[in-house]
């Protein structure tokens, strides 16, 4: 009886949710981004926003490999890695300013996106998921080992905070219209991204390979494209969670970070924008919410998502999505009966 009330409530919320413009959707969600730190009721909350904001940037690189290229990556951290050490280095070393090292990390991460997914796509399938998962670790052994540089296990204290016209950012609420900033910047390029031709290109590869060589698509060439993109969104925010920690260690990009941004994508919703999103606040939030269940928070956290891979396999969005097409489908009927 719970589970049948459960659905008409989610029914419920889907249908209003798909009865509103998209624009509106994203402008009551940003009116509220803006509104939640002055209501939050400390500094506590806002931080945790803003580790939500720096996983949804991530989900939302990933997204664009795994949700419209179709390839499973499991090194995705390494891009998050190599943007956090190229602001901890060239801020500390040579005394760049964040705005200086943010284009110069997202072009590192491009190169470096670049070169690995040029040897990874000789591969498919699970030989390409362990490829990306053996440069993710890669990544952590060199900081690990190149001691010279990273300052190896101990890791790099002491990083500079960004300023902007004098202004310097210092505490998390500070640092939230920052983050958001990021969050926009990155819907926006990933919604422009996807309706492009490149977008579509992914998608049609996504869906059949064959099927998109033989309509004159360069699987090699989309997909390395959609490899430097991730790699840059990944970049970029790695800058920013550097400043916002002021230290970097090897031990912030484990691979347990790749399969936790990989998990919010698959919950939320592949291929959707608004999916990488919704799974990265919701696997944020819930183990704040189940602190006080500490105890058992692991085994809740575990039967929430068995339940959801029962409930909606294909994630949040791609539970609500096949009611969003057959809405569209009933209103095309509609109106081709009255034409006619």
């Not at 690189?61 to 951290?77: K, M, S």
């Not at 998390?172 to 990933?190: D, E, G, N």
């Not at 290109?201 to 064959?210: G, T």
């Not at 919950?267 to 919410?289: D, N, Q, R």
Request: hydrophobic share 55%; proline share 3%; aromatic share 16%.
């Amino acid at each position: 009886m719970m589970n049948i009330r459960f659905r008409r409530r989610i029914k419920n919320v889907a249908r209003f949710w798909n009865n509103l413009d998209m624009r509106l959707k994203w402008g009551i969600l940003f009116v509220i981004a803006i509104v939640y730190p002055f209501l939050a009721s400390s500094q506590y909350y806002v931080h945790i926003m803003n580790l939500a904001f720096i996983y949804v940037v991530l989900s939302l690189g990933l997204n664009i490999v795994c949700g419209l290229a179709g390839l499973l990556d499991l090194g995705f951290i390494a891009f998050y890695a190599v943007g956090a050490y190229t602001y901890a280095i060239l801020s500390i070393k040579l005394g760049l300013s964040f705005w200086e090292i943010l284009p110069i990390a997202c072009l590192t991460t491009a190169l470096f996106g670049l070169l690995v997914g040029s040897a990874a796509f000789r591969l498919r399938g699970d030989y390409f998921a362990i490829v990306t998962m053996g440069y993710g670790e890669i990544i952590r052994i060199l900081a690990n080992n190149l001691t010279f540089l990273t300052n190896g296990p101990i890791g790099i204290a002491g990083i500079p905070r960004p300023t902007l016209f004098g202004f310097k950012f210092e505490d998390p609420f500070q640092y939230y219209f920052l983050a958001l900033s990021f969050v926009a910047i990155s819907i926006f390029l990933t919604y422009r991204f996807q309706a492009s031709r490149i977008g579509r290109a992914l998608e049609a590869i996504r869906e059949d390979e064959i099927a998109a060589v033989s309509m004159g698509v360069n699987l090699k060439n989309f997909k390395l494209i959609s490899f430097i993109i991730g790699a840059m969104l990944g970049g970029s925010i790695g800058v920013f969670f550097a400043s916002y920690a002021t230290f970097v260690s090897p031990e912030s990009f484990s691979f347990m970070e790749s399969v936790m941004v990989l998990a919010m994508v698959v919950i939320g919703g592949m291929g959707t924008i608004e999916g990488p999103v919704i799974g990265a606040l919701i696997l944020v939030f819930l183990p704040e919410a189940l602190r006080s269940l500490s105890d058992y928070r692991m085994l809740i956290f575990g039967a929430l998502m068995v339940f959801m891979m029962i409930v909606m396999p294909k994630g949040f969005m791609g539970w609500i999505k096949p009611r969003r097409i057959l809405k569209v489908a009933e209103e095309e009927n509609s109106f081709v009966t009255r034409d006619f």
